[in-house]
């Protein structure tokens, strides 16, 4: 073929080391030995992994970190992308091994989706990770002694009831003043508790906390404590 400063080949199949080699002709027919140049044919996109937050099944906040790794066996992992759908995507940032990220609101479970590319150009497929978003306190109830309107003792049994849809309910706490509280307890159904003396409406107070210590604001039921007897008389 004529010579040109440039020419279209086609390399052999197959990821590696390609060498392409080359003779030159001319016109008295004299021809060279061979030259040759090679380059690494790399097809093959990067694989990897990510992880939020350690692999924590819950998070209290939208901010969270990632951890991320990739291997790429020629070029090299050049770069990577973030997206919280697999649809809308950051834009290709050098390759890191993590860093912070913002998960979109709303309780639920959250996927965060990573892409790497290579030195080559390659793209990987999103490699994924999820993680339930928790904000939410629990809800509950409280009954002293079984809902009576009187106690004639300031030892009373506490009737509790919580809920969390996420993480669980995890503890609870009590006072009977709203201001000066029992350290936190595990949450039960059942507790026991002593009135503060004196007799009057009493009312005692709880707060529920669930796994990712989201509390809940205060919950309260009133008894009267009446420890005096009656006086009276007769006459015949």
């Avoid at 080949?9 to 061979?34: C, M, Q």
């Amino acid at each position: 073929m004529a010579y040109a400063t440039s020419y279209a080949w086609s390399l052999a199949a197959g990821d590696g080391t390609k060498t392409v080699y080359v003779r030159y002709i001319d016109a008295a027919g004299n021809t060279s030995g061979a030259f040759n140049d090679t380059i690494i044919l790399d097809t093959t996109a990067p694989s990897g992994t990510i992880v939020i937050n350690g692999g924590a099944v819950y998070t209290a906040g939208t901010s969270v970190t990632v951890t991320l790794s990739a291997t790429d066996a020629l070029s090299g992992v050049a770069q990577l992308r973030l997206s919280n759908d697999g649809a809308s995507w950051t834009g290709w940032v050098a390759y890191s091994t993590g860093g912070p990220w913002t998960l979109d609101v709303g309780d639920g479970t959250k996927t965060v989706y990573v892409q790497f590319r290579d030195t080559a150009g390659n793209a990987s497929g999103s490699f994924t990770d999820t993680i339930i978003l928790d904000t939410t306190a629990p809800t509950g109830t409280v009954s002293i002694n079984g809902g009576a309107a009187f106690t004639a003792s300031t030892s009373v049994t506490l009737t509790l009831s919580a809920s969390d849809a996420l993480s669980g309910v995890a503890q609870m706490q009590f006072s009977n003043n709203g201001s000066t509280w029992s350290g936190w307890v595990p949450y039960a159904t059942s507790y026991p508790w002593t009135l503060t003396a004196g007799d009057a409406p009493k009312t005692v107070y709880v707060q529920f906390r669930d796994a990712l210590n989201n509390t809940s604001g205060d919950i309260t039921d009133t008894i009267v404590l009446d420890t005096t007897a009656p006086v009276g008389g007769v006459s015949i």
